[in-house]
T-cell receptor, first 120, second 114 residues
Framework: GAVVSQHPSWVICKSGTSVKIECRSLDFQATTMFWYRQFPKQSLMLMATSNEGSKATYEQGVEKDKFLINHASLTLSTLTVTSAHPEDSSFYIC????????????????FGQGTRLTVV | AQTVTQSQPEMSVQEAETVTLSCTYDTSESDYYLFWYKQPPSRQMILVIRQEAYKQQNATENRFSVNFQKAAKSFSLKISDSQLGDAAMYFCAYRSGSARQLTFGSGTQLTVLP
């Protein structure tokens, strides 16, 4: 299967600082990448969808200025949590869909390993 | 809007036994895909099995199989010969043919008892 690498796996930052999380598709080109947030023992909540070379589409209630998403290439998307606060502490997961699948249903989403963010 | 419902927050099964996890969904689409994902303690999301709505045959992957009832909008996961490594949170997910994103259920925490 396709591999999505997310970095860092965990990060601790001070309140008020910004932190960047990277999501890379290692062996395929991803037209679309998704960013999720997950609280303990809860489901994945979609934050935003990004397409290469265009602005991200944010879900209702997600602050665009706080969670900056950049999808500059077909293999890299970044999520920057700006001016982080303790309430931003969470587990963030990215996923990517492959470009131009040979068979439609193969265009499933592949997931990164997630990033645990702790803001102190 | 599509919704996915997993009515069992927690389930447990004895090692080597069989367990079935339930999932129902609501959609007006005719073209869609259904998935079961596993999230072990590492929190890496792992695709377990997938089903295309247009296929009547239930998908099977080794010890994992689904019971896809399209008219009832039901998509249950059966795990046979349960192993300790099957212990995880299991998420049912839906994607319409025209959509890019997945819609997840709330998850079922599966415990495998030795």
């Amino acid at each position: 299967g396709a591999v999505v690498s997310q970095h860092p796996s965990w990060v601790i930052c001070k309140s008020g600082t910004s932190v960047k999380i990277e999501c890379r598709s290692l062996d395929f080109q991803a037209t679309t990448m998704f960013w999720y947030r997950q609280f303990p023992k809860q489901s994945l909540m979609l934050m935003a969808t990004s397409n290469e070379g265009s602005k991200a589409t944010y879900e209702q209630g997600v602050e665009k200025d706080k969670f900056l998403i950049n999808h500059a290439s077909l293999t890299l998307s970044t999520l920057t949590v700006t001016s982080a606060h303790p309430e931003d502490s969470s587990f963030y997961i990215c996923s990517a869909r492959e470009r131009g699948p040979r068979v439609r249903w193969l265009a499933e989403a592949f997931f990164g390993q997630g990033t645990r963010l702790t803001v102190v | 809007a599509q919704t996915v419902t997993q009515s069992q927050p927690e389930m447990s099964v004895q090692e080597a036994e069989t367990v079935t996890l339930s999932c129902t969904y609501d959609t007006s689409e005719s073209d869609y895909y259904l998935f079961w994902y596993k999230q072990p303690p590492s929190r890496q999301m792992i695709l377990v099995i997938r089903q295309e709505a247009y296929k009547q045959q239930n998908a099977t992957e080794n010890r994992f199989s689904v019971n896809f009832q399209k008219a009832a909008k039901s998509f249950s996961l059966k795990i046979s010969d349960s192993q300790l490594g099957d212990a995880a949170m299991y998420f049912c997910a839906y994607r319409s043919g025209s959509a890019r994103q997945l819609t997840f259920g709330s998850g079922t925490q599966l415990t495998v008892l030795p």
